[in-house]
Nanobody, 113 residues
Framework: QLQLVESGGGLVQAGGSLRLSCAAS????????MAWYRQAPGTEREFVAR???????YYSNSVKGRFTISRDNAKNTAYLQMNSLKPEDTAIYYC???????WGQGTQVTVSS
C-alpha cells in the first residue's frame, strides 16, 4: 500500500512563493508518475501538474510558467515549486500517485491579495 504525505502549505502574499513536498512510502517511487491537484472551496478538484517516471512534465494552463513540478527518487519525494502566486491559487493541494487511487491528505495554500 502506498502512503503519501504532503507538506509545505501556508499563507503567503500575492507574488510570493511556496514549495510543496509529497513524501511517498510503500512502493517503488521511481516507477510512479506523480501529480498535483488542487481544490478550492465550492469547486471540483482540478489537475495542476504531473511528472512521469522519465521526468516528462505537464501543466495546466493556469499554472504554466509559474509552477514547477520535480522529483527526487533518492528521497521518494515529489515537489511543486509555486512562484508568482495569485489569490486564485488558494486551495487545498493534493498529491496523487499512479497505479491506483492513491492520494495524500492535502495541504492548504492561501494567497492573500
Amino acid at each position: 500500500q502506498l502512503q503519501l504525505v504532503e507538506s509545505g502549505g501556508g499563507l503567503v502574499q500575492a507574488g510570493g512563493s511556496l514549495r510543496l513536498s509529497c513524501a511517498a512510502s510503500g512502493r517503488t517511487f521511481s516507477s510512479l508518475s506523480m501529480a498535483w491537484y488542487r481544490q478550492a472551496p465550492g469547486t471540483e478538484r482540478e489537475f495542476v501538474a504531473r511528472i512521469n517516471s522519465g521526468n516528462s512534465t505537464y501543466y495546466s494552463n493556469s499554472v504554466k510558467g509559474r509552477f514547477t513540478i520535480s522529483r527526487d527518487n533518492a528521497k521518494n519525494t515529489a515537489y511543486l515549486q509555486m512562484n508568482s502566486l495569485k489569490p486564485e491559487d488558494t486551495a487545498i493541494y493534493y498529491c496523487k500517485a499512479s497505479g491506483g487511487d492513491f492520494w495524500g491528505q492535502g495541504t492548504q495554500v492561501t494567497v492573500s491579495s
